[in-house]
């Protein structure tokens, strides 16, 4: 069936650090491509998407490239900062009227000053 | 601008109690409406989803039940929660189209005891 496979957290870093969290997907479609981001005790915001092979999805210093040969779309930033500190969730969407989410497991991501 | 709004944001209930959870969208008409449980420590889980006023589809068999009485307001309930009911309950919603995200409520934690 479709899922999403995105690498076991937590993630540590130190602040300035790079980042790179991995996401893969198996789907039959082809889908669109998001991640979404939950601050601790709130709800989940989308972080940045992309719908279709080769698109980059970009957001506040964060990047994702939808990769159809490889089916990931692993999720990269610079240069972290203790307040991008969050959980981090790799999301497909099939084509089709119920517009649902099917989401990874989440990443833990903690930058320490 | 559309918003979604989730209430109660925290709630602690015995085992066996009802419960009602109640979302409502801002600002836009006819969204698909969907409701997810984040148990502690893992990702989120599709519980429900409505893509138009009394049409729900269940994902996962449970002791949990939704309705939508109206076009913008979706309710979560159950007549006896478990333990295992405790997570965090969140709501989203989308617009009609393949290129719509879902847009998330603050949630609601919920603590059966």
């Known amino acids: 069936g479709d899922s999403v496979t995105q690498m076991e957290g937590p993630v540590t870093l130190s602040e300035e650090a790079f980042l790179t969290i991995n996401c893969t997907y198996t789907?039959?479609?082809?889908?669109?491509l998001f991640w979404y981001v939950q601050y601790p005790g709130e709800g989940l915001q989308l972080l940045l998407k992309?719908?279709?092979?080769?698109d980059k999805g970009s957001n506040k210093g964060f990047e994702a490239t939808y990769r159809k040969e490889t089916t990931s779309f692993h999720l990269e930033k610079g240069s972290v900062q203790v307040s991008d500190s969050a959980v981090y969730f790799c999301?497909?969407?099939?084509?089709?009227?119920?517009?649902?989410?099917?989401f990874g497991t989440g990443t833990l991501l903690a930058v320490q000053p | 601008s559309q918003t979604i709004h989730q209430w109660p944001a925290t709630l602690v209930q015995p085992v066996g109690s009802p419960l009602s959870l109640e979302c409502t969208v801002e600002?836009?008409?006819?969204?698909?409406l969907y409701w997810y449980r984040q148990a502690a420590g893992r990702g989120l889980q599709l519980l429900f989803y409505?893509?138009?006023?009394?049409?729900i589809s269940s994902e996962v068999p449970q002791n949990l039940s939704a309705s939508r009485p109206q076009d913008r307001q979706f309710i979560l309930s159950s007549k006896k929660l478990l333990l295992s009911d405790s997570g965090f309950y969140l709501c989203?919603?989308?617009?009609?189209?393949?290129?719509?995200?879902?847009?998330f409520g603050p949630g609601t934690r919920l603590t059966v005891t």
């Open positions: 600002g836009t008409s006819n969204p698909n």
């Open positions: 989203a919603w989308t617009g009609q189209g393949v290129s719509y995200e879902q847009y």
């Open positions: 789907a039959t479609g082809y889908p669109s």
């Open positions: 992309a719908t279709k092979a080769d």
């Open positions: 409505s893509v138009g006023i009394g049409q």
């Open positions: 999301a497909l969407k099939l084509r089709g009227a119920t517009n649902k989410l099917i």
